[in-house]
């Protein structure tokens, strides 16, 4: 969330901060326990309950918050077993499938325009080559 979020939801009250959340660079190992101080220009301070400050940044910035529980110390969960990794099975040997037939181009009635022509025998590249003879092919057949 927003450092201006944190302030608007914990209404001057103490909340943990876990770190600037973008980019996750330099992440709290250890939640603190802190409170905000809005100053002028959109700064916004964040102090330790020892008074020291955690951190010094804009409002816009986005942040690692969560309500601090009064009286309640945080539930660890217990550590699950890592789940076993499955076993693949034996691929099956596939069987040949049948080409899909190319669907040739709708034919275009009329005559080729000349430049198509020039660019089928002329073109840069063979694929350009390539593609312009499949267009000629459209409009002649």
Do not use: C
């Not at 700064?43 to 409002?59: N, P, Q, W, Y």
């Amino acid at each position: 969330m927003k450092l201006s979020e944190a302030l608007n939801t914990f209404n001057g009250e103490a909340f943990l901060f876990g770190g600037k959340a973008a980019g996750r660079k330099n992440a709290k190992k250890e939640l603190v326990t802190v409170k905000a101080e809005l100053h002028p220009r959109g700064i916004v301070k964040l102090l330790a309950e020892d008074g020291t400050e955690v951190l010094h940044s804009r409002t816009g910035t986005v942040i690692f918050a969560a309500p601090v529980d009064q009286g309640e110390e945080p539930k660890k969960a217990p550590r699950k077993a890592a789940p076993k990794k499955a076993v693949k099975a034996p691929e099956k040997a596939e069987e040949k499938a049948e080409a899909p037939e190319v669907e040739k181009p709708a034919l275009i009635p009329g005559k080729a325009p000349k430049n198509f022509i020039e660019l089928a025998h002329s073109a840069n590249t063979e694929a350009a080559r390539r593609y312009w003879t499949r267009r000629v092919a459209q409009y002649e057949g």
